[in-house]
């Protein structure tokens, strides 16, 4: 599995909802860190992720040799990097954090928490039909809000599908069960 930063994260997903693919303009969320983005597009072009394609526009144009622009485009290893064409349609009302592997952690291969263990009783709550809301969380194991989101994070990054749903005003958090 690739490793890839937020931006290029960004810069990849933004391309792949082009119709041509471009990466470039930035997306707006990206601001102005010029340097940054001409980092991030140099690795994705050297890890594949990205090609180099001639284009018109200057917006759009990466680098100029001579006479002619180049722009940078998504390729399928790309797509595939980010999961694009992997990710089922999500309802309107449930969007799923972002994971990168896509897969419950039991048929990944990740060692389960300990049993006991603030990570088993997280886990616990959100294998739960109903899931838990971030308060629940925090009942439970006595986190300040930030940690408890911190330790989804974590959980999402162990390869933990983590979805969100909104009900009524309060958002649940859950493991998806294996489909």
Not at 50 to 59: D, F, M, N, Q, T
Not at 61 to 75: K, M, P
Not at 142 to 149: A, I, K, M, S, Y
Request: proline share 6%; hydrophobic share 40%; charged share 30%.
């Amino acid at each position: 599995m690739t490793k890839l930063t937020d931006m290029q994260m960004v810069l990849l997903s933004t391309a792949a909802a082009r119709p041509d693919g471009n990466l470039l303009p930035p997306a707006k969320s990206l601001g102005r860190y010029g340097d940054r983005i001409r980092r991030s597009v140099e690795s994705l072009i050297k890890k594949s992720l990205a090609i180099e394609l001639p284009v018109r526009e200057k917006e759009r144009s990466w680098r100029e040799d001579a006479d002619q622009l180049f722009g940078v485009s998504i390729t399928d290893l790309g797509r595939t990097a980010i999961r694009i064409d992997e990710e089922p349609a999500a309802a309107p009302d449930e969007i799923a954090v972002k994971d990168h592997a896509h897969e419950p952690a039991a048929a990944s291969g990740l060692a389960a928490p300990r049993e006991g263990s603030k990570a088993a009783i997280v886990i616990g709550l959100l294998q739960r039909e109903q899931g838990a809301t971030l308060a629940q969380l925090v009942d439970a194991t006595g986190w300040l809000p930030h940690t408890t989101r911190a330790a989804l994070t974590s959980l999402r990054k162990k390869g933990h599908v983590i979805a969100k749903v909104k009900r009524d005003e309060t958002t649940c958090y859950s493991i998806p069960a294996a489909r």
